[in-house]
C-alpha cells in the first residue's frame, strides 16, 4: 500500500502576516500572453458572485501536493509579529496609549502554544479599547485562525470598520482551510468590490480553496489574475497554481509554469514531482529529482523522500527506492514519522519482512498510519499472527486499520476470518466505507458459499450503498463465483450504458469460465471486441489470457498475445506473467519459457508461473532448476513459491524426500517464512507419492498447530492412491469433524463407504446432502476445435453430433475390452444393475470428449482435452487403452495436471 502524505494545512499565518501588507515594490514583468484566460474584471461582477454563493461544494480534499504548501512560506520565514515595527513614531504602538506590544505578544504566544483562552483575552482586552487598531486586529485574526477557530475570526474581522488586504487575506485563509471554501470564495470577491487589490498571499489563500473544491475554472481566472498584476514570478503564486493543475490533472500546464518559473525553491521541484507521480509518470518523477540535485544543488525535504518513495512502491523500483533511502539517510530523514511510514510500505512492496520490521523497531514516533503499513506488511508476507498483534497493540484504530486486516485476511484467502470481522465492525458501528463493503463483497466470493453471499448482497441493497459502481461490480464478480450466474447476468443486463463497462465485461467472461460455460464466455469477448463495448487493457488482458489458459484454448491465447504486443502491454509484469501462464496450461511448456524469458523484469509471480508450469507437466528436476536460478536472482520467494517446490518433489526422477524435509524445516531460518498447513499438505503429497504413508500421518499427529483440512485431505488422497482403506477411514472421519458443510467431504466418505461394500452408509451420507441441498460440483470435460469449445458432461445428449458421438465410443469401448480394458465399477451406486454401472461409467464426460475429439481430428494427431475436476480411475485406464487402438496421443489436462497417453502408459504412472 503506498503511503499517503499527510500535508500540513494551508493557513493565512503560516506567513507573517506583516508580509501582506502590500504587493512587492516592483511589479513582476506580465506572461499574460502565454495563456488566454477569462480577464480579471469576472472578479468583479456580481452575477458571478451569486453563482458561487449558490454552488456548494463540501468536499473534504485534503491540498494537492504538501509541497505545494511549503510554497506558501518565504523563504526564510520571519517572526509572526517582530519588534521592529514599532521603532516607527506612526506605528500602532505609538498611537495607542495601551501596550501593543504586548498584546502582539501574548497573541503570538497563544498561537504557539494553543492557548484558546489566552486568545480570548486578549481579545476582550482590546474590545476595551476606543480606538480601533487594524494591526492589532489583524494579529488577532491571525492568531484565531492559528487556533483553528474560524468563526471568531470572523467575527474579529467583521468588527473591523475598514479591513485591509492582510485581513481578507487572514480570513480567507482561514475559511480555505476549514472546509469552508464557498465562503472563501465569497469573501475574495467582496474584497475586490471593495476596490482592495490582493497581494501574492491573497493569491496563496483563494488558490487554496480551488485545490480543495477542485475548482480549475476560478483557478485559471486567479491565473489571469496573476499575470495581470505581475505576480506569476513569485514561487509562491506559482507553486500553488502548479498545485492546483496537478491537482486536476492538467499536467501539461504544470511543467509550463515550472519551465517559466525563474527562481525555483525545493517546493517548486517538489509540487512538480508531485504532480508527476500522481500522474503515474514516474521516470520522469525521477529524472527531476536528478535535475534537481544536480542543477539547483537542493537539498531534499521529507515531501521530496516521501513523494519518491510512494513512486518506487507503485512502480517495483528497488533500485531507486534504495538510491532514495540513502538520501533520507544522508539528510538526516529517516527518522521523520511520514518518511519512516513511506519507507515501510516501500519495503512492504519491494524489500523482505526483515527490512519492515527492522525500520519500525528504529521509529521512535509511530502514528495509527505506522500500524495500519504494519498490519498491511504483515498480511502481506502471509503473517497473519503478527497482523493480528499489531492491529490489538494499536493505541487507536479507525475505519483504515480495520480495512487493512480486512483486505490481508481476502489476500490470505481467509473468506470466513474476513466475514468474521466485517461482523464485529458492524457490531462495533466502525465505519463502513465503499472499501469496506468491496472487501467483504471480495471475501464472498472467496468461501462461495452463496447463502451468505446472499445475505451480504441483501445487507449492502438495504443500506442503499449498491448504487456504487465499484461496489455493483464487485457484487456482480461475487454471483459468479458463488454459482449465482442468473443474478450475475441480471445485474450485468441492467448496467448503465454511459458507463464503462470493461470491468464487469471482464467479470462476466471469468464468470462463465468459472461456472463452466466457456463457450458462452469467450462468445462474449467477441462481442465485445466486434462491438468495441470492452477497452482491452492490461486487467481485462490479463483476465482473458487467463481464461484462455484455463480453457487450454491455445490459439486465442496466441492471439492475445499478438494483442498484447500491439498494444505495449508486454512490459506489464501482470501481462507477462499471464502469458506464460497462459501458455503453461495450454500444453506448451516451450512457449511459456520463452515468454518468461523475453520479460524485461520478473518478480516473485513471474517464477511461480514458471514453476507452476512445469509442475502441471510433472516436470519436477525442471521445477527444482527453475527454483535454483531464482535464488541467484536475490528475489524474495513467497509462501507460494515454498508450497510450489515442495511439491515439485513429488515429480522427480529421484527421491529426494530427505532434500525436501530439509527445505520445509529450514524456511524459517533461511526464509523468514513460516511454514503453514498449505506447505505440510504439499509435504504430505510428497510422502504419499513415494509411499511412506505412516511417516506421513505421524508427522501431521504431532504438528506443532491444528492442521487445517486440506493437509488431511492431502494424507485422504495419498490414501486413495497407495489403497491403503485402513487409514483413509481414520482421515476422512477427521474431515467430516473438521468440515461439515463441505460437499467434497460427504462425496470422499460416500465413495469410501462405496468401496468397502457399506451402501447403507454410503446412501445415509448422500441422504444427508440431498437434506442440506448439498450438490457435487458436476464432471464437466471439453474439447476445443475450429476456435470452438466443445462441452461434455455425463451421459449428455445435448450435442448435435450426438449420434455420432456414442456411436464412436461404443466402437471404441469394445475394442478396448479386447485389448484388455477391465471396467472399475466400485464407485458406483451399489443399488443398480451391473450392466447399468458400466453404462454410467461408459458416459463419462472424458470420454464423451476424448470420442469427439477423435472423430474431429485428423489420424495422427494427437487429442487434447480439459477436464475440470480429476480424472476417475476408470477413465484414465480407458483412456491408456484408447490410446492403444487408436495409435493416437491423448493429451489430457484435470485438477492435478497433464497426463499424456500414449501406447498404453501415461506420463503421471499412474499415480495422480
Known amino acids: 500500500m503506498a503511503t499517503v502524505i499527510q500535508p500540513t494545512t494551508i493557513t493565512a499565518?503560516?506567513?507573517?502576516?506583516?508580509?501582506?501588507?502590500?504587493?512587492?515594490?516592483?511589479?513582476?514583468?506580465?506572461?499574460?500572453?502565454?495563456?488566454?484566460?477569462?480577464?480579471?474584471?469576472?472578479?468583479?461582477?456580481?452575477?458571478?458572485?451569486?453563482?458561487?454563493?449558490?454552488?456548494?461544494?463540501?468536499?473534504?480534499?485534503?491540498?494537492?501536493?504538501?509541497?505545494?504548501?511549503?510554497?506558501?512560506?518565504p523563504p526564510k520565514p520571519q517572526p509572526l509579529f517582530t519588534s521592529g515595527s514599532f521603532d516607527d513614531p506612526s506605528s500602532p504602538e505609538s498611537r495607542s496609549g495601551c501596550d501593543i506590544h504586548g498584546l502582539l505578544d501574548l497573541l503570538r504566544l497563544s498561537a504557539r502554544c494553543g492557548d484558546v483562552e489566552l486568545a480570548k483575552a486578549v481579545h476582550a482586552f482590546i474590545l476595551k479599547v476606543e480606538e480601533e487598531d487594524i494591526f492589532l486586529s489583524n494579529a488577532l485574526i491571525a492568531a484565531y485562525v492559528k487556533l483553528g477557530l474560524v468563526v471568531e475570526a470572523y467575527r474579529a474581522f467583521r468588527s473591523i470598520s475598514s479591513p485591509n488586504v492582510v485581513s481578507y487575506t487572514g480570513l480567507i485563509s482561514g475559511f480555505s482551510k476549514s472546509n469552508r471554501e464557498d465562503e472563501a470564495i465569497k469573501l475574495f470577491f467582496r474584497m475586490r468590490s471593495s476596490g482592495i487589490e490582493p497581494n501574492e498571499y491573497s493569491f496563496v489563500a483563494i488558490l487554496t480553496a480551488c485545490i480543495r473544491i477542485l475548482e480549475l475554472e476560478l483557478g485559471f481566472q486567479v491565473h489571469a489574475l496573476a499575470v495581470k498584476m505581475g505576480y506569476l514570478d513569485s514561487a509562491f503564486v506559482s507553486n500553488a497554481l502548479m498545485g492546483l493543475y496537478g491537482k486536476c490533472r492538467c499536467m501539461d500546464l504544470v511543467l509550463k509554469l515550472f519551465d517559466e518559473l525563474p527562481h525555483r525553491d525545493l517546493a517548486s521541484w517538489n509540487t512538480a514531482i508531485f504532480s508527476l507521480v500522481n500522474e503515474f509518470v514516474y521516470g520522469k518523477a525521477f529524472e527531476f529529482f536528478r535535475e534537481m540535485r544536480r542543477n539547483d544543488g537542493l537539498g531534499v525535504d521529507h515531501i521530496t523522500v516521501s513523494t519518491l518513495l510512494t513512486?518506487?512502491?507503485?512502480?517495483?523500483?528497488?533500485?531507486?527506492?534504495?538510491?532514495?533511502?540513502?538520501?533520507?539517510?544522508?539528510?538526516?530523514?529517516?527518522?521523520?514519522?511520514?518518511?519512516?511510514?513511506?519507507?515501510i510500505g516501500f519495503y512492504t512492496k519491494c524489500g523482505s519482512v526483515k527490512d519492515v520490521m527492522a525500520l519500525f523497531e528504529r521509529m521512535l514516533v509511530t502514528d495509527t498510519i505506522t500500524w495500519t503499513e504494519m498490519i498491511t506488511a504483515y498480511m502481506k508476507f502471509g503473517l497473519m499472527d503478527l497482523a493480528l498483534e499489531a492491529f490489538e497493540k494499536m493505541p487507536e484504530r479507525n475505519s483504515i486499520s480495520y480495512n487493512a486486516l480486512l483486505t490481508g485476511f481476502c489476500k490470505n484467502e481467509l473468506g470466513w476470518k474476513a466475514l468474521n470481522l466485517f461482523t464485529n465492525m458492524v457490531e462495533e458501528c466502525i465505519e463502513l466505507t465503499d472499501f469496506t463493503l468491496t472487501s467483504v463483497v471480495n471475501a464472498c466470493g472467496l468461501i462461495t458459499d452463496r447463502k451468505v453471499s446472499e445475505q451480504i448482497h441483501g445487507f449492502i441493497v438495504k443500506c442503499g450503498i449498491g448504487s456504487n459502481t465499484c461496489i455493483e461490480a464487485a457484487l456482480l464478480d461475487m454471483c459468479t463465483r458463488?454459482?449465482?450466474?442468473?443474478?450475475?447476468?441480471?445485474?450485468?443486463?441492467?448496467?448503465?450504458?454511459h458507463l464503462d463497462s470493461s470491468v464487469v465485461l471482464t467479470s462476466m467472461i471469468c464468470g462463465y469460465a468459472r461456472n463452466g460455460q466457456l463457450d458462452e464466455g469467450i462468445s462474449l469477448f467477441q462481442l465485445s471486441q466486434s462491438e468495441g463495448t470492452m477497452v482491452v487493457d492490461e486487467v481485462a488482458s490479463t483476465s482473458v489470457l487467463g481464461l484462455c489458459g484455463s480453457i487450454g484454448f491455445h490459439d486465442m491465447g496466441k492471439q492475445m498475445h499478438s494483442l498484447v504486443i500491439k498494444s505495449g502491454f508486454l512490459t506489464?509484469?501482470?501481462v507477462g506473467n499471464a502469458i506464460v501462464s497462459m501458455y503453461a496450461k495450454c500444453w506448451n511448456m516451450e512457449g511459456a519459457i520463452k515468454a518468461f524469458e523475453t520479460m524485461a523484469e520478473h518478480d516473485v509471480v513471474s517464477w511461480n508461473c514458471l514453476i507452476a508450469g512445469h509442475l502441471l507437466h510433472r516436470?519436477?528436476?525442471?521445477?527444482?532448476?527453475?527454483?535454483?536460478?531464482?535464488?541467484?536472482?536475490?528475489?524474495?520467494?513467497?509462501?507460494?513459491?515454498?508450497?510450489?517446490?515442495?511439491?515439485a518433489y513429488r515429480h522427480t526422477k529421484a527421491n529426494l524426500v530427505d532434500n525436501c524435509r530439509s527445505l520445509l524445516f529450514s524456511m524459517k531460518t533461511n526464509y523468514d517464512i513460516e511454514p503453514t498447513s498449505e506447505h505440510f499438505a504439499s509435504f504430505v503429497g510428497v510422502l504419499g507419492y513415494w509411499d511412506l504413508l505412516e511417516e506421513a500421518e505421524e508427522m501431521v499427529s504431532k504438528l506443532?498447530?491444528?492442521?487445517?483440512?486440506?493437509?488431511?485431505?492431502?494424507?485422504?488422497?495419498?490414501?486413495?492412491?497407495?489403497?491403503?482403506?485402513?487409514?483413509?477411514?481414520?482421515?476422512?472421519k477427521?474431515?467430516?469433524?473438521?468440515?461439515?458443510?463441505?460437499?467434497?467431504?460427504?462425496?470422499?466418505?460416500?465413495?469410501?463407504?462405496?468401496?468397502s461394500g457399506r451402501w447403507h452408509c454410503s446412501e445415509m451420507v448422500r441422504e444427508v446432502m440431498r437434506e442440506r441441498g448439498f450438490r457435487k460440483l458436476p464432471g464437466q470435460s471439453w474439447i476445443v476445435h475450429q476456435n470452438k469449445i466443445y462441452s461434455f458432461y455425463a451421459r449428455d445428449k445435448s450435442h448435435p453430433q450426438v449420434k455420432d458421438i456414442y456411436s464412436g465410443l461404443e466402437i471404441l469401448i469394445l475394442e478396448c475390452l479386447k485389448a484388455g480394458y477391465v471396467p472399475d465399477t466400485s464407485f458406483v451406486l451399489h443399488e443398480i444393475e451391473e450392466h447399468q454401472k458400466k453404462d454410467f461409467l461408459f458416459n463419462h464426460s472424458a470420454k464423451l470428449a476424448a470420442t469427439?475429439?477423435?472423430?474431429?481430428?485428423?489420424?495422427?494427431?494427437?487429442?487434447?482435452?480439459?477436464?475440470?475436476?480429476?480424472?476417475?480411475?476408470?477413465?484414465?485406464?480407458?483412456?491408456?487403452?484408447?490410446?492403444?487402438?487408436?495409435?493416437?496421443?491423448?493429451?489430457?489436462?484435470?485438477?492435478?495436471?497433464?497426463?499424456?497417453?500414449?501406447?498404453?502408459?501415461c506420463s503421471c504412472k499412474d499415480y495422480w
Open 619 to 647: 516436470q519436477g528436476d525442471e521445477a527444482l532448476a527453475v527454483w535454483s536460478k531464482m535464488e541467484k536472482t536475490g528475489i524474495t520467494p513467497d509462501k507460494i513459491t515454498f508450497t510450489l517446490i515442495i511439491s
Open 852 to 905: 469427439f475429439g477423435l472423430l474431429m481430428t485428423k489420424p495422427g494427431k494427437p487429442v487434447r482435452v480439459v477436464k475440470n475436476i480429476v480424472l476417475c480411475g476408470d477413465c484414465h485406464t480407458f483412456l491408456k487403452y484408447v490410446s492403444i487402438v487408436t495409435r493416437r496421443e491423448i493429451f489430457v489436462r484435470d485438477a492435478s495436471g497433464f497426463h499424456c497417453f500414449s501406447s498404453g502408459q
Open 482 to 497: 458463488c454459482g449465482r450466474m442468473a443474478d450475475a447476468k441480471k445485474m450485468f443486463k441492467r448496467w448503465p450504458v
Open 704 to 732: 506443532p498447530f491444528e492442521p487445517d483440512v486440506s493437509v488431511w485431505r492431502s494424507l485422504l488422497n495419498s490414501c486413495r492412491i497407495r489403497l491403503n482403506t485402513a487409514m483413509g477411514k481414520r482421515v476422512a
Open 13 to 73: 499565518a503560516s506567513p507573517p502576516l506583516s508580509h501582506f501588507a502590500s504587493k512587492p515594490t516592483s511589479p513582476l514583468p506580465s506572461s499574460s500572453s502565454q495563456l488566454s484566460l477569462q480577464t480579471s474584471s469576472l472578479f468583479l461582477s456580481s452575477s458571478k458572485s451569486k453563482s458561487l454563493h449558490h454552488h456548494h461544494h463540501h468536499h473534504n480534499y485534503v491540498f494537492f501536493a504538501a509541497s505545494a504548501t511549503q510554497s506558501l512560506l
Open 734 to 755: 477427521r474431515i467430516l469433524a473438521m468440515e461439515p458443510n463441505d460437499p467434497s467431504t460427504y462425496i470422499l466418505v460416500s465413495n469410501l463407504y462405496s468401496a
Open 572 to 574: 506489464d509484469l501482470g
Open 311 to 343: 513512486a518506487c512502491t507503485d512502480s517495483n523500483a528497488l533500485v531507486e527506492g534504495q538510491e532514495i533511502h540513502a538520501h533520507a539517510i544522508k539528510f538526516g530523514l529517516e527518522t521523520n514519522l511520514s518518511v519512516s511510514n513511506a519507507l
